[in-house]
């Protein structure tokens, strides 16, 4: 923004509040939320669901690695787990009437069996790999058919939120304990003449170690990403 940009900004936020001070500050805009996406799990690549700018919601499926190996231990350890409480339904009838140490026994089976059908239940689940939020997709690097590894993590999926911004504003230290969550921010994008409105949602704690200024975010929407601009943060004298 350039010099008389600013003067008009500041002319128009001293006659807009008389009774604020005005901090100027920068800022870029980034997503809400974003997520580099990645299986835990070992295997080949068998679906993928989803592509570079589609829109998913939370939990819907993105990619699937080939899991007909787990799939089986996981039905092998359903019937193990039905006649493992059958017998324990059974002796529990007779438990007065029968040995201690053989009622333990087939108690131990049972929860064995309990705790086998949760552990082939979770090896499945990561087999697919799911949205955490709604969102958008803007890269992917998995095809059908690549090998992935549990042990070397690699993103295959960035997502961020499909309309949900944020503006994280960095303005001079001196005024660390003046701007507070909740003062107006008034503000505009480079190359747009508009001019919005925003309230600090978060003030961070500690200056930023390259710049040593202060950092702060606005919360706003319908903002294209690494945006940026400028404006002036409205305390209260």
Same mark, same amino acid.
């Given at each position: 923004?350039?010099?008389?940009? %600013? ?29 580099? $996406?990645? /299986?835990?799990?070992?295997? @080949?690549?068998?679906?993928?669901? *989803? ?6 919601? %939370? ?10 190996? @787990? ?25 007065? $009437? ?24 979770? $090896?499945?689940?990561?087999? /697919? ?12 690097? @998995?095809?059908?058919?690549?090998? *992935? ?15 949900? =911004? ?14 507070? *969550? ?5 503000? %505009? ?13 978060? *003030?961070?704690? =500690? ?28 305390? %209260?004298?």
């Amino acid at each position: 923004m350039n010099l008389i940009k %600013k003067i008009l900004l500041l002319l128009l936020l001293s006659i807009a509040s008389l009774e604020a001070e005005s901090i100027y500050a920068t800022f870029t805009v980034e997503p809400l939320h974003d997520a580099k $996406l990645a /299986f835990i799990s070992g295997g @080949i690549v068998d679906k993928i669901t *989803v592509d570079i700018g589609s829109h998913v919601k %939370k939990g819907e499926l993105l990619a699937q690695l080939q899991n007909r190996d @787990i799939q089986a231990m996981l039905e092998i350890s359903k019937t193990a787990l039905k006649y493992a409480e059958k017998d324990y339904k059974r002796q529990l009838k007779i438990k007065t $009437l029968i040995d201690e140490a053989k009622f333990d026994s087939v108690a131990n089976r049972y929860e064995s069996a309990k705790n086998q059908l949760a552990y082939q239940q979770a $090896l499945y689940n990561k087999t /697919f790999l799911r949205a955490p939020f709604n969102g958008v997709i803007y890269a992917k690097d @998995i095809e059908i058919g690549d090998a *992935v590894s549990g042990l070397m993590l690699k993103t295959v999926f960035k997502i961020q939120s499909k309309k949900r =911004r944020k503006l994280i504003l960095a303005f001079d230290q001196k005024y660390r304990n003046i701007v507070k *969550v909740g003062e107006l921010f008034i503000y %505009k994008i480079d190359g747009d003449s508009k001019t919005y409105r925003g309230k600090i949602s978060k *003030v961070y704690p =500690r200056a930023d170690i390259q710049t040593r200024k202060i950092q702060a975010e606005v919360q706003t929407t319908d903002i294209i990403p690494a945006l940026f601009g400028d404006g002036y943060i409205q305390v %209260k004298k």
